[in-house]
């Protein structure tokens, strides 16, 4: 597995003034290799039309990830859009029957408890990399549970 570093959630509802796709093309400019494309109030259609689109701004450039959505991955793909993968959560399809449906590709997981994790650490052979949620309340995270990962960042790197 390649090195993330930085890593953008592009998220339609975010992302005013500008576009999706503006965001998406300046990040990719800026040298930023991994994105995320969230979508939460859009049609599977919209969707779908917006993953298609953010593919040409990032093939070769970067990993573009569909956030939840399986179904728009897998019709992007068909259609020959460079979709590298997604990133589920904990109240998406499970993680292994993700791994079954989309066969090669990148699997994200979200994973914010103690049980989570727990869970994770079975699931880990179908899973690329694990994404710990925000540290802090977001335009798009408002709950957030920061203690558990400010103290595995504080053992990481004392």
Not at 10 to 34: D, H, Y
């Amino acid at each position: 597995m390649d090195n993330i570093g930085a890593y953008l959630v592009a998220n339609t509802a975010s992302c005013t003034p500008r576009t999706t796709l503006e965001v998406i093309q300046g990040a990719v400019a800026g040298g930023i290799e991994w994105i995320q494309l969230r979508a939460k109030d859009e049609t599977a259609r919209e969707f779908f039309e917006l993953s298609c689109a953010a593919a040409q701004l990032t093939k070769g450039k970067a990993k573009l990830l569909i956030n939840d959505r399986i179904d728009v991955f897998l019709a992007a793909r068909a259609a020959g859009a460079a979709v590298n993968g997604i990133h589920i959560g904990q109240k998406d399809i499970p993680v292994r029957l993700a791994r079954e449906i989309i066969g090669e590709g990148i699997i994200g997981l979200s994973a914010s408890t103690d049980e989570q994790l727990a869970q994770a650490s079975l699931d880990a052979e179908v899973i690329d990399y694990l994404g710990v949620g925000a540290v802090r309340a977001t335009p798009t995270k408002r709950i957030t549970q920061p203690r558990w990962v400010l103290t595995v960042l504080s053992v990481q790197h004392p």
